[in-house]
Protein backbone atom coordinates (compact mmCIF):
# COMPACT_ATOMS: atom_id res chain seq x y z
CA UNK A 1 0.00 0.00 0.00
CA UNK A 2 1.46 3.53 -0.77
CA UNK A 3 1.13 6.22 2.19
CA UNK A 4 -1.90 8.48 2.26
CA UNK A 5 -2.07 11.98 0.88
CA UNK A 6 -0.86 13.88 3.95
CA UNK A 7 -1.07 17.56 3.13
CA UNK A 8 -3.27 18.74 5.14
CA UNK A 9 -3.07 16.04 7.60
CA UNK A 10 -2.53 18.73 10.78
CA UNK A 11 -5.74 20.41 10.67
CA UNK A 12 -7.98 17.30 8.81
CA UNK A 13 -5.97 13.79 9.09
CA UNK A 14 -4.44 11.82 6.26
CA UNK A 15 -6.84 11.41 3.36
CA UNK A 16 -6.94 9.32 0.43
CA UNK A 17 -10.59 9.93 -1.15
CA UNK A 18 -11.61 12.78 -2.79
CA UNK A 19 -14.98 13.81 -5.04
CA UNK A 20 -13.57 14.26 -8.47
CA UNK A 21 -13.77 17.67 -10.14
CA UNK A 22 -17.34 17.91 -12.41
CA UNK A 23 -18.41 20.77 -14.46
CA UNK A 24 -22.07 21.40 -13.54
CA UNK A 25 -21.87 18.80 -10.54
CA UNK A 26 -19.30 19.69 -7.89
CA UNK A 27 -20.62 23.69 -7.15
CA UNK A 28 -20.67 24.11 -3.56
CA UNK A 29 -23.95 22.32 -2.37
CA UNK A 30 -22.78 19.06 -3.79
CA UNK A 31 -19.08 19.50 -2.88
CA UNK A 32 -20.88 20.37 0.91
CA UNK A 33 -23.20 17.70 0.61
CA UNK A 34 -20.09 15.00 -0.36
CA UNK A 35 -17.89 16.37 2.51
CA UNK A 36 -20.66 15.89 5.11
CA UNK A 37 -21.32 11.96 3.08
CA UNK A 38 -17.13 11.34 3.88
CA UNK A 39 -15.70 13.04 0.67
CA UNK A 40 -12.09 13.85 2.69
CA UNK A 41 -11.15 16.49 -0.17
CA UNK A 42 -13.23 18.20 -2.55
CA UNK A 43 -12.34 20.21 -5.84
CA UNK A 44 -14.62 22.86 -7.40
CA UNK A 45 -15.67 22.58 -11.07
CA UNK A 46 -13.38 24.09 -13.41
CA UNK A 47 -13.19 27.63 -13.90
CA UNK A 48 -11.81 30.11 -16.29
CA UNK A 49 -8.80 31.89 -14.98
CA UNK A 50 -9.95 34.84 -18.07
CA UNK A 51 -13.13 34.88 -16.72
CA UNK A 52 -11.60 35.30 -13.25
CA UNK A 53 -9.29 37.98 -13.99
CA UNK A 54 -11.84 40.08 -15.86
CA UNK A 55 -14.28 39.76 -12.79
CA UNK A 56 -17.24 37.85 -14.49
CA UNK A 57 -20.35 37.73 -12.05
CA UNK A 58 -20.81 33.96 -12.94
CA UNK A 59 -17.24 32.59 -12.57
CA UNK A 60 -16.83 35.21 -9.05
CA UNK A 61 -20.17 33.61 -7.55
CA UNK A 62 -18.41 29.70 -8.64
CA UNK A 63 -15.47 31.08 -7.19
CA UNK A 64 -17.27 30.93 -3.74
CA UNK A 65 -17.46 27.91 -1.23
CA UNK A 66 -19.05 27.51 2.33
CA UNK A 67 -16.53 26.90 5.18
CA UNK A 68 -17.69 23.28 6.30
CA UNK A 69 -16.34 22.20 2.76
CA UNK A 70 -12.86 22.91 3.89
CA UNK A 71 -10.18 21.43 2.91
CA UNK A 72 -11.26 22.71 -0.85
CA UNK A 73 -9.58 22.85 -3.85
CA UNK A 74 -10.49 25.69 -6.69
CA UNK A 75 -9.76 24.23 -10.05
CA UNK A 76 -8.80 27.09 -13.00
CA UNK A 77 -8.17 26.66 -16.44
CA UNK A 78 -6.57 28.76 -19.01
CA UNK A 79 -3.99 29.07 -21.46
CA UNK A 80 -1.78 31.74 -20.83
CA UNK A 81 0.74 31.96 -17.81
CA UNK A 82 0.31 35.13 -17.01
CA UNK A 83 -3.69 34.74 -16.62
CA UNK A 84 -3.28 31.69 -14.72
CA UNK A 85 -1.17 33.54 -12.06
CA UNK A 86 -3.64 36.07 -11.63
CA UNK A 87 -5.91 33.46 -11.24
CA UNK A 88 -4.29 31.54 -8.98
CA UNK A 89 -3.46 34.32 -6.17
CA UNK A 90 -7.79 35.35 -6.63
CA UNK A 91 -8.14 32.03 -5.68
CA UNK A 92 -5.55 32.23 -3.18
CA UNK A 93 -7.48 35.45 -1.67
CA UNK A 94 -10.85 34.44 -1.88
CA UNK A 95 -8.98 31.54 0.95
CA UNK A 96 -9.48 28.50 -0.96
CA UNK A 97 -7.15 25.32 0.69
CA UNK A 98 -5.25 25.03 -2.58
CA UNK A 99 -5.30 25.62 -6.35
CA UNK A 100 -5.56 22.80 -8.40
CA UNK A 101 -4.60 22.95 -12.54
CA UNK A 102 -6.94 21.08 -14.79
CA UNK A 103 -4.74 19.81 -17.50
CA UNK A 104 -7.42 17.25 -18.88
CA UNK A 105 -10.20 18.59 -20.62
CA UNK A 106 -10.94 17.38 -23.63
CA UNK A 107 -13.09 19.21 -24.96
CA UNK A 108 -12.39 20.54 -28.30
CA UNK A 109 -13.06 24.50 -27.63
CA UNK A 110 -10.72 24.37 -24.68
CA UNK A 111 -7.76 22.51 -26.14
CA UNK A 112 -8.16 24.50 -29.27
CA UNK A 113 -7.29 27.31 -27.30
CA UNK A 114 -4.34 25.65 -25.86
CA UNK A 115 -6.19 25.08 -22.18
CA UNK A 116 -6.71 21.78 -20.97
CA UNK A 117 -4.98 18.55 -21.75
CA UNK A 118 -3.07 20.59 -24.51
CA UNK A 119 -0.69 21.67 -22.11
CA UNK A 120 -0.06 17.86 -22.01
CA UNK A 121 1.84 18.19 -25.37
CA UNK A 122 4.10 20.83 -23.63
CA UNK A 123 5.59 19.78 -21.15
CA UNK A 124 8.50 22.45 -21.12
CA UNK A 125 5.93 25.29 -21.23
CA UNK A 126 3.59 23.34 -18.39
CA UNK A 127 7.37 23.40 -16.03
CA UNK A 128 7.41 26.98 -16.72
CA UNK A 129 3.72 27.88 -15.45
CA UNK A 130 4.11 25.58 -12.63
CA UNK A 131 6.93 27.52 -11.41
CA UNK A 132 5.55 30.93 -11.88
CA UNK A 133 2.88 29.51 -9.94
CA UNK A 134 4.42 27.97 -7.28
CA UNK A 135 6.83 30.87 -6.92
CA UNK A 136 3.69 33.64 -6.39
CA UNK A 137 1.35 30.97 -3.96
CA UNK A 138 1.51 30.51 -0.42
CA UNK A 139 -0.84 27.55 -0.79
CA UNK A 140 -0.46 24.20 -2.12
CA UNK A 141 -0.63 23.98 -5.84
CA UNK A 142 -2.27 20.14 -7.56
CA UNK A 143 -2.68 19.27 -11.04
CA UNK A 144 -5.27 17.24 -12.62
CA UNK A 145 -4.10 15.39 -16.02
CA UNK A 146 -4.57 12.67 -18.56
CA UNK A 147 -2.24 10.14 -19.60
CA UNK A 148 -1.59 11.88 -22.48
CA UNK A 149 -2.67 13.28 -25.05
CA UNK A 150 -2.99 10.41 -27.78
CA UNK A 151 -1.62 6.70 -27.57
CA UNK A 152 1.45 7.68 -29.43
CA UNK A 153 2.02 10.08 -26.32
CA UNK A 154 1.29 8.84 -22.97
CA UNK A 155 3.65 10.76 -21.16
CA UNK A 156 2.02 11.15 -17.54
CA UNK A 157 5.06 10.04 -16.16
CA UNK A 158 7.31 12.73 -17.74
CA UNK A 159 4.72 15.27 -16.63
CA UNK A 160 4.62 13.81 -13.16
CA UNK A 161 8.25 14.25 -12.98
CA UNK A 162 8.18 17.81 -13.85
CA UNK A 163 4.81 18.60 -11.41
CA UNK A 164 7.50 17.25 -8.60
CA UNK A 165 10.44 19.02 -10.04
CA UNK A 166 8.21 22.47 -9.72
CA UNK A 167 6.97 21.51 -6.02
CA UNK A 168 3.42 20.52 -7.39
CA UNK A 169 1.80 19.10 -3.99
CA UNK A 170 -0.22 16.10 -5.99
CA UNK A 171 -1.14 14.70 -9.23
CA UNK A 172 -4.79 13.75 -10.35
CA UNK A 173 -4.24 10.99 -13.25
CA UNK A 174 -7.73 10.10 -14.82
CA UNK A 175 -6.55 7.05 -16.72
CA UNK A 176 -7.60 8.00 -20.19
CA UNK A 177 -5.70 9.79 -23.08
CA UNK A 178 -7.38 13.12 -24.33
CA UNK A 179 -8.05 11.14 -27.18
CA UNK A 180 -10.35 8.52 -26.03
CA UNK A 181 -12.42 11.27 -24.27
CA UNK A 182 -14.69 9.00 -21.85
CA UNK A 183 -14.41 5.39 -24.41
CA UNK A 184 -12.43 2.38 -22.85
CA UNK A 185 -11.33 2.06 -19.64
CA UNK A 186 -9.05 4.07 -17.60
CA UNK A 187 -5.72 2.18 -17.54
CA UNK A 188 -4.83 1.76 -13.96
CA UNK A 189 -1.48 0.08 -14.51
CA UNK A 190 -0.07 2.97 -16.12
CA UNK A 191 -1.66 4.83 -12.98
CA UNK A 192 0.60 2.33 -10.69
CA UNK A 193 3.62 2.04 -12.93
CA UNK A 194 3.23 6.02 -12.28
CA UNK A 195 2.63 5.85 -8.68
CA UNK A 196 5.04 3.95 -7.63
CA UNK A 197 7.78 5.47 -8.96
CA UNK A 198 6.46 9.11 -8.19
CA UNK A 199 8.03 11.31 -5.33
CA UNK A 200 4.43 13.16 -4.74
CA UNK A 201 1.59 11.35 -4.37
CA UNK A 202 -0.68 10.27 -6.91
CA UNK A 203 -4.10 10.52 -7.08
CA UNK A 204 -5.61 7.67 -9.23
CA UNK A 205 -9.34 8.03 -11.44
CA UNK A 206 -11.30 6.37 -13.96
CA UNK A 207 -14.32 4.22 -13.29
CA UNK A 208 -14.26 3.86 -9.74
CA UNK A 209 -18.37 2.85 -9.27
CA UNK A 210 -18.19 0.99 -5.82
CA UNK A 211 -16.30 1.16 -2.34
CA UNK A 212 -15.40 -2.04 -2.93
CA UNK A 213 -13.31 -1.10 -5.86
CA UNK A 214 -12.31 2.70 -4.21
CA UNK A 215 -10.22 0.21 -1.33
CA UNK A 216 -8.86 -2.28 -3.38
CA UNK A 217 -7.12 0.34 -5.51
CA UNK A 218 -5.73 1.76 -2.02
CA UNK A 219 -5.39 -1.84 -0.67
CA UNK A 220 -3.45 -3.23 -3.97
CA UNK A 221 -1.39 -0.35 -4.01
CA UNK A 222 -2.56 1.82 -7.12
CA UNK A 223 -2.33 5.10 -6.20
CA UNK A 224 -1.62 7.05 -2.83
CA UNK A 225 -5.60 8.23 -3.23
CA UNK A 226 -8.48 7.67 -5.33
CA UNK A 227 -10.86 10.26 -6.87
CA UNK A 228 -14.25 9.19 -7.37
CA UNK A 229 -16.46 11.37 -9.74
CA UNK A 230 -19.44 9.47 -11.82
CA UNK A 231 -19.67 6.55 -8.89
CA UNK A 232 -20.73 9.66 -6.41
CA UNK A 233 -24.14 10.67 -8.41
CA UNK A 234 -24.69 7.06 -8.71
CA UNK A 235 -24.74 6.32 -5.04
CA UNK A 236 -23.79 9.06 -2.89
CA UNK A 237 -23.06 7.14 0.30
CA UNK A 238 -20.21 5.75 -1.82
CA UNK A 239 -17.32 7.86 0.57
CA UNK A 240 -19.55 6.41 3.87
CA UNK A 241 -18.92 2.72 2.57
CA UNK A 242 -15.07 3.11 1.77
CA UNK A 243 -14.30 5.11 5.07
CA UNK A 244 -16.72 2.20 7.16
CA UNK A 245 -19.35 3.73 8.57
CA UNK A 246 -20.99 0.39 10.34
CA UNK A 247 -24.40 2.32 9.61
CA UNK A 248 -24.32 3.34 6.35
CA UNK A 249 -28.51 3.97 6.26
CA UNK A 250 -29.17 4.48 2.39
CA UNK A 251 -32.15 7.08 3.14
CA UNK A 252 -32.90 9.21 -0.09
CA UNK A 253 -35.96 10.85 1.92
CA UNK A 254 -33.00 12.54 3.87
CA UNK A 255 -30.65 12.81 1.49
CA UNK A 256 -33.27 14.56 -0.29
CA UNK A 257 -34.48 16.62 1.98
CA UNK A 258 -30.95 18.10 2.68
CA UNK A 259 -29.80 18.46 -0.93
CA UNK A 260 -32.72 20.53 -1.49
CA UNK A 261 -32.01 23.08 1.58
CA UNK A 262 -28.57 23.41 0.36
CA UNK A 263 -29.60 23.96 -2.56
CA UNK A 264 -32.37 27.04 -1.97
CA UNK A 265 -29.90 28.17 0.63
CA UNK A 266 -27.15 28.67 -1.59
CA UNK A 267 -28.95 29.65 -4.73
CA UNK A 268 -32.11 31.85 -6.18
CA UNK A 269 -34.97 29.67 -6.71
CA UNK A 270 -34.71 29.51 -9.97
CA UNK A 271 -31.31 28.17 -10.40
CA UNK A 272 -31.51 25.78 -7.76
CA UNK A 273 -34.97 24.14 -9.54
CA UNK A 274 -32.83 23.77 -12.25
CA UNK A 275 -30.27 22.23 -10.63
CA UNK A 276 -32.12 20.28 -8.84
CA UNK A 277 -33.67 18.58 -11.36
CA UNK A 278 -30.61 17.52 -12.77
CA UNK A 279 -29.40 15.82 -9.53
CA UNK A 280 -32.36 13.99 -9.38
CA UNK A 281 -32.54 12.58 -12.68
CA UNK A 282 -29.02 11.36 -12.20
CA UNK A 283 -29.87 9.76 -8.35
CA UNK A 284 -32.65 7.73 -10.22
CA UNK A 285 -30.09 6.17 -12.84
CA UNK A 286 -29.97 2.97 -12.19
CA UNK A 287 -33.13 2.21 -10.55
CA UNK A 288 -36.30 0.48 -12.32
CA UNK A 289 -38.53 3.37 -13.85
CA UNK A 290 -35.97 5.79 -13.74
CA UNK A 291 -36.62 7.69 -17.34
CA UNK A 292 -40.33 7.71 -16.60
CA UNK A 293 -39.43 10.18 -13.44
CA UNK A 294 -37.10 11.76 -15.38
CA UNK A 295 -39.59 12.49 -17.94
CA UNK A 296 -42.11 13.59 -14.75
CA UNK A 297 -39.79 15.54 -13.32
CA UNK A 298 -38.60 17.37 -16.46
CA UNK A 299 -42.28 18.47 -16.30
CA UNK A 300 -42.24 19.73 -13.07
CA UNK A 301 -42.64 24.15 -12.65
CA UNK A 302 -41.31 24.08 -9.10
CA UNK A 303 -39.22 23.14 -6.66
CA UNK A 304 -41.99 22.32 -4.36
CA UNK A 305 -43.14 19.90 -6.87
CA UNK A 306 -40.13 18.26 -8.09
CA UNK A 307 -39.40 17.41 -4.26
CA UNK A 308 -42.65 15.84 -3.46
CA UNK A 309 -42.30 13.72 -6.98
CA UNK A 310 -38.46 12.80 -5.88
CA UNK A 311 -39.84 11.88 -2.82
CA UNK A 312 -42.58 9.33 -3.54
CA UNK A 313 -40.29 7.58 -6.16
CA UNK A 314 -37.24 6.98 -4.51
CA UNK A 315 -39.81 5.87 -1.23
CA UNK A 316 -41.07 3.29 -3.78
CA UNK A 317 -37.67 2.13 -4.04
CA UNK A 318 -37.54 1.08 -0.50
CA UNK A 319 -34.15 2.97 -0.16
CA UNK A 320 -32.32 0.18 -2.00
CA UNK A 321 -29.17 0.70 -2.31
CA UNK A 322 -28.04 1.69 -5.47
CA UNK A 323 -27.25 -0.45 -7.82
CA UNK A 324 -24.95 -0.32 -10.90
CA UNK A 325 -27.11 -0.81 -13.86
CA UNK A 326 -23.97 -1.56 -15.98
CA UNK A 327 -25.19 1.83 -18.66
CA UNK A 328 -23.11 4.36 -19.88
CA UNK A 329 -23.08 7.39 -17.63
CA UNK A 330 -22.09 10.94 -18.34
CA UNK A 331 -20.30 10.26 -21.26
CA UNK A 332 -18.80 13.40 -21.39
CA UNK A 333 -16.80 15.93 -19.58
CA UNK A 334 -14.05 18.71 -18.83
CA UNK A 335 -11.29 16.32 -17.61
C1 LIG B 1 -20.02 15.93 -16.36
C2 LIG B 1 -18.56 15.91 -16.09
C3 LIG B 1 -17.90 17.10 -15.87
C4 LIG B 1 -16.52 17.10 -15.60
N1 LIG B 1 -15.89 18.28 -15.33
C5 LIG B 1 -14.57 18.28 -14.97
C6 LIG B 1 -13.92 19.48 -14.56
O1 LIG B 1 -14.52 20.56 -14.48
N2 LIG B 1 -12.60 19.41 -14.26
C7 LIG B 1 -11.89 18.22 -14.31
O2 LIG B 1 -10.70 18.21 -14.02
N3 LIG B 1 -12.51 17.08 -14.67
C8 LIG B 1 -13.81 17.07 -14.98
N4 LIG B 1 -14.44 15.91 -15.30
C9 LIG B 1 -13.68 14.65 -15.24
C10 LIG B 1 -13.80 13.98 -13.88
O3 LIG B 1 -13.19 14.75 -12.89
C11 LIG B 1 -13.16 12.57 -13.91
O4 LIG B 1 -11.81 12.73 -14.28
C12 LIG B 1 -13.83 11.64 -14.90
O5 LIG B 1 -15.24 11.72 -14.81
C13 LIG B 1 -13.41 10.18 -14.65
O6 LIG B 1 -13.68 9.81 -13.33
P1 LIG B 1 -15.00 8.97 -12.91
O7 LIG B 1 -15.03 7.73 -13.77
O8 LIG B 1 -14.82 8.69 -11.45
O9 LIG B 1 -16.18 9.83 -13.20
C14 LIG B 1 -15.80 15.88 -15.57
C15 LIG B 1 -16.48 14.69 -15.81
C16 LIG B 1 -17.84 14.69 -16.04
C17 LIG B 1 -18.54 13.38 -16.27
Excluded at 119 to 145: A, C, D, F, H, Y
Excluded at 278 to 305: C, L
Amino acid sequence: MLPPIELFKERFGNARFVLAPMAGITDTVFRLLMRKMGSQIVISELLSAEGLVRGGERTRQMLRFDERERPVGIQIFGSSIETMNQAAKIVQEEGADFVDINFGCPVKKVVCDGSGSAWLKNPNKMGELLTTLKSNLRIPLTIKVRTGWDETSRNVKEVVKVAADCGVSWVAIHGRTRAQGYSGLADWELIREVAISSSIPIIGNGDIITSTQAKKRIDDGYSHGVMIGRGALKNPWIFQEILGSSSVDYNFTDLISEHFDLAIEKKDRDRAFLSLKKFMGWYASGFPYSSAFRGKIFQTHDVDELKKLAIEFFSSCNFQKPVDDGQPFLMGGHG
